[in-house]
C-alpha cells in the first residue's frame, strides 16, 4: 500500500486566516503537535513576512527534527535567501517556491509573459538549491493556467532542480474531476515525473467546498502529496481539512489503497489546540472533530449504534482521539438511548420506575433542545427519592486578597442535626471552600469539571454553579445557585458529595463514616 505524504500548512496558510495570528510560542507548540502526529513535511511560515515569522520558522527548524521544515518563498531572490537562512538549522529543510502561472494572474498581477515567467521560476529553483536538494515549487493558481504552459514550466523547474511540484487551486474553483485530469495530463505528457521519481501535490481551496474532494482526486490521478490543514484553516473558505483527508484515506483505505504515517489518535487533541490557539472555533458538525461528527440523537440512530456501532458509524471515535460517542438526549431519543445513560450515571433502576423517569423525560425533552445528564439525574432521583441532604451547608467565610492567603471557614449542619465546622486554605478561594468540605465530609474526589453562569441579568444576578466529581469511575454532578458566587460553589459541591454518598449507600457501598 502506498503512502501519502501529508504537507501541513497550518502554520502558514492556515495563519493567514483573518483572526489567526500566532505567536512565535504558539506555532513552536503546535508544531511539536504536528511532529508528534506525525506530519511529513511541516510549512513553518512566510520567513520574509516578518522578523517574528523568520524567528519562528527557525526555531521550529532547530527543534523539530522527526519532519521535513519548510519555508515559503516567492520566486524572488530576497525571499528565497531568506527561507534559505531560516531552515539552515532543520535536519532536513525543504524550500517552497511559487510563482503565479494562470492567465489572468499573468496578466493582472505579474503582467509578465510566459517565457519570462519561465525564466523567473527556473532561476529561482537554482537559486534554491544552494540551500537545500529538497525544492518544491507551485505555479500559482494552476487550475486555471492552459494545460500547455503547465506542460512547459513543470518541465523546466524539474530541470533546473525541483523535486516536488504542488498544482495549487488556488481559488478554490475546481471540480474534481477537471482537477484530476491536470496530475493524469502531466503524468502522461512528461515522461520526466516518472524518471526522476518526481513528487505532485494537491493544495486545495474551501471556496466552492470541494478542497478535500479535489485533493482526493488528485491523489486517485497520481499526486503523492497532500497539502492541508488542521481543521481546515486557512484564507478566506480555508484549505483542505488534514483530519477529513487522513480518515478518508484510512477508512476507505479499500478503494484508494493507501495510507499515510498520520497517528490518527492525534487528531481530535491537536484539533482543540489549534481552535485555542488561533480562536477559530471549530463547527459542530465539522467532520471527524466536530462536536457533533459523533453524536446521534435520532432514537433510530441511537437504537442502532447501541446494537451495533457501524449500523450508523464508519469510524471508531477512539481511532481519531475521542474516548467514545455521544448519545445527545432529545426528544427524538428512544428508551434504548434513556436506559443507557441512565446506567451510565450510575443507577440500578427497576423497570416500571425507568419507565415513569421516561416519561417525564419525554415532557422535558418537548421544552428543552438538550437534556442534560443533571436534568436525567433529578428525574431519577425523584423517582428513587434519593435524600441528598446528607450534609447541609449553613455558613461560608471567605478570606482572600492580593496579598493574603486564601482561607475558607464552612459550617455544615448533619443528618443528626449536629453542626460542624472547619476550615482550610488553598490556591484561592473555591479550591480553599472545597478543601473544607473534604475535611468536613471525608469524601475525598476529584473536581473534573467547574462551570460558572448568570441566571438573571443585572448586578444582583444569581449565579449557578455546575460541578462534576469523579471518585472510583463514578462521576457525580452537583448544582448550586446563589446570589453570592462563593456560596454557589459551596452548594454545588456539597450537592455532589450528597449526590455521590447517597447512591453509593444505595448499592451498599459505604463502610463506616468515611465510607467514600
Known amino acids: 500500500?502506498?503512502?501519502?505524504?501529508?504537507?501541513?500548512?497550518?502554520?502558514?496558510?492556515?495563519?493567514?486566516?483573518?483572526?489567526?495570528?500566532?505567536?512565535?510560542?504558539?506555532?513552536?507548540?503546535?508544531?511539536?503537535?504536528?511532529?508528534?502526529?506525525?506530519?511529513?513535511?511541516?510549512?513553518?511560515?512566510?520567513?520574509?513576512?516578518?522578523?517574528?515569522?523568520?524567528?519562528?520558522?527557525?526555531?521550529?527548524?532547530?527543534?523539530?527534527?522527526?519532519?521535513?521544515?519548510?519555508?515559503?518563498?516567492?520566486?524572488?531572490?530576497?525571499?528565497?535567501?531568506?527561507?534559505?537562512?531560516?531552515?539552515?538549522?532543520?535536519?532536513?529543510?525543504?524550500?517552497?517556491?511559487?510563482?503565479?502561472?494562470?492567465?489572468?494572474?499573468?496578466?493582472?498581477?505579474?503582467?509578465?509573459?510566459?517565457?519570462e515567467i519561465i525564466d523567473i521560476s527556473v532561476r529561482s529553483v537554482q537559486q534554491a538549491r544552494q540551500y537545500t536538494d529538497d525544492i518544491e515549487f507551485s505555479p500559482e493558481d494552476a487550475s486555471r493556467t492552459e494545460l500547455d504552459f503547465l506542460e512547459q514550466i513543470t518541465q523546466a523547474?524539474?530541470?533546473?532542480?525541483?523535486?516536488?511540484i504542488n498544482l495549487p487551486d488556488t481559488v478554490g474553483y475546481a471540480m474534481p474531476h477537471s482537477y484530476g485530469n491536470i496530475f493524469a495530463h502531466l503524468i502522461a505528457r512528461l515522461p520526466v515525473i516518472r524518471e526522476k521519481g518526481i513528487i505532485l501535490s494537491t493544495h486545495c481551496h474551501n471556496d466552492l467546498g470541494m478542497a478535500v474532494a479535489n485533493s482526493l482526486a488528485g491523489v486517485e490521478n497520481g499526486a503523492r502529496q497532500v497539502e492541508c490543514t488542521i481543521n481546515g484553516?486557512?484564507?478566506?473558505?480555508?484549505?483542505?481539512?488534514?483530519?477529513?483527508?487522513?480518515?478518508?484515506?484510512?477508512?476507505?483505505?479499500?478503494?484508494?489503497?493507501?495510507?499515510?504515517?498520520?497517528?490518527?489518535?492525534?487528531?481530535?487533541?491537536?484539533?482543540?489546540?489549534?481552535?485555542?490557539?488561533?480562536?477559530?472555533?471549530?463547527?459542530?458538525?465539522?467532520?471527524?472533530?466536530?462536536?457533533?461528527?459523533?453524536?446521534?440523537?435520532?432514537?433510530?440512530?441511537?437504537?442502532?449504534?447501541?446494537?451495533?456501532?457501524?449500523?450508523?458509524?464508519?469510524?471508531?471515535?477512539?481511532?481519531?482521539?475521542?474516548?467514545?460517542?455521544?448519545?445527545?438526549?432529545?426528544?427524538?431519543?428512544?428508551?434504548?438511548?434513556?436506559?443507557?445513560?441512565?446506567?451510565q450515571l450510575g443507577y440500578n433502576v427497576a423497570d416500571a420506575q425507568l419507565e415513569k423517569a421516561f416519561v417525564a423525560f419525554k415532557a422535558l425533552a418537548d421544552k428543552k433542545k438538550e437534556v442534560f445528564d443533571e436534568d436525567i439525574e433529578a428525574l431519577v432521583d425523584d423517582q428513587l427519592k434519593i435524600d441528598n441532604g446528607l450534609w447541609e451547608l449553613t455558613g461560608v467565610q471567605v478570606t482572600s486578597g492580593t496579598n493574603a492567603i486564601p482561607t475558607a471557614t464552612v459550617t455544615l449542619r448533619d443528618s443528626n442535626g449536629q453542626t460542624i465546622r472547619d476550615a482550610s486554605i488553598g490556591d484561592g478561594p473555591v479550591d480553599a471552600i472545597y478543601s473544607a468540605l473534604q475535611r468536613l465530609t471525608g469524601v475525598h474526589c476529584s473536581l473534573t469539571d467547574y462551570r460558572i453562569r448568570a441566571i438573571s441579568r443585572g448586578t444582583e444576578a444569581q449565579g449557578e454553579v455546575q460541578v462534576e466529581l469523579e471518585h472510583s469511575g463514578r462521576k457525580v454532578r452537583g448544582r448550586g445557585l446563589s446570589t453570592d458566587i462563593l456560596e454557589a460553589s459551596a452548594r454545588a459541591y456539597l450537592a455532589a458529595i450528597n449526590r455521590l454518598r447517597a447512591l453509593a449507600h444505595r448499592k451498599h457501598l459505604l463502610t463506616g463514616s468515611s465510607g467514600v
Open 1 to 115: 500500500m502506498e503512502t501519502i505524504r501529508i504537507f501541513d500548512t497550518t502554520l502558514r496558510d492556515g495563519e493567514q486566516s483573518p483572526g489567526a495570528t500566532l505567536t512565535y510560542a504558539e506555532k513552536l507548540e503546535i508544531a511539536r503537535y504536528l511532529e508528534a502526529m506525525g506530519v511529513d513535511i511541516i510549512e513553518a511560515g512566510f520567513p520574509i513576512s516578518s522578523n517574528g515569522d523568520f524567528e519562528s520558522v527557525r526555531q521550529i527548524a532547530t527543534e523539530i527534527t522527526g519532519s521535513v521544515i519548510c519555508g515559503l518563498a516567492r520566486a524572488v531572490p530576497g525571499d528565497i535567501d531568506r527561507a534559505g537562512e531560516a531552515i539552515k538549522p532543520a535536519k532536513r529543510g525543504r524550500i517552497h517556491i511559487f510563482c503565479a502561472t494562470s492567465k489572468i494572474h499573468r496578466d493582472h498581477k505579474l503582467k509578465k509573459g510566459r517565457d
Open 157 to 164: 523547474v524539474i530541470e533546473a532542480g525541483a523535486t516536488t
Open 233 to 343: 484553516i486557512g484564507e478566506r473558505a480555508g484549505n483542505a481539512a488534514l483530519e477529513e483527508l487522513v480518515m478518508a484515506l484510512r477508512v476507505r483505505r479499500d478503494y484508494f489503497n493507501m495510507g499515510t504515517r498520520i497517528d490518527t489518535t492525534k487528531l481530535y487533541p491537536t484539533s482543540r489546540i489549534v481552535s485555542n490557539l488561533t480562536g477559530l472555533t471549530v463547527q459542530r458538525n465539522k467532520a471527524v472533530v466536530g462536536q457533533n461528527a459523533f453524536a446521534h440523537e435520532s432514537g433510530i440512530h441511537q437504537d442502532g449504534v447501541l446494537k451495533f456501532r457501524e449500523t450508523y458509524e464508519i469510524m471508531d471515535p477512539a481511532t481519531v482521539g475521542l474516548p467514545t460517542n455521544v448519545l445527545v438526549l432529545g426528544k427524538h431519543s428512544g428508551r434504548h438511548a434513556f436506559r443507557d445513560r441512565v446506567q
